[in-house]
């Protein structure tokens, strides 16, 4: 029973970790991007946040040099769940703006939150210890 608790907890502090980072770049891209209404190309873009996720992938290990999950399994699982639940958490805001009537940039989107993610949870994969 401690042993689930644990991996619950690992797995909890992974997606937390990715989920503030991805508020952070939020709240950061909308002052960017304020004085700039026009929406960008979407490959451009995709390029974009896989070079954000690869940023904050880095700082987050600047940060946290030893990655939550010890096992390599649980990371391996970590890199390939989060990225999506991320996503969602990011959709789900993208949609709370919709609704309040607030401008969307790309990362309230699924994909786009979900690109993020993966490229973030993969640096932590490779280079954390």
Not at 112 to 126: D, E, H, I, S, T
Request: contains cysteine; aromatic residues 16%; hydrophobic residues 60%.
């Amino acid at each position: 029973m401690e042993l689930l608790f644990e991996l619950l907890f690992e797995f909890f502090a992974e997606l937390l970790l990715q989920v503030v980072a991805e508020v952070l770049f939020e709240i950061g891209l909308r002052s960017l991007a304020a004085p700039f209404k026009k929406r960008p190309h979407p490959f451009l873009a995709s390029i974009g946040y896989v070079l954000f996720g690869a940023f904050a992938g880095a700082l987050s290990l600047w940060i946290f040099p030893t990655l939550f999950i010890g096992s390599h399994a649980g990371r391996i699982a970590n890199a390939v769940v989060t990225p999506f639940v991320a996503g969602a958490c990011m959709a789900a805001i993208g949609a709370w703006r919709r609704r309040r009537d607030q401008d969307l940039i790309l990362l309230d989107r699924f994909a786009y939150g979900y690109l993020f993610a993966l490229v973030m949870a993969l640096v932590r994969l490779r280079f954390g210890g």
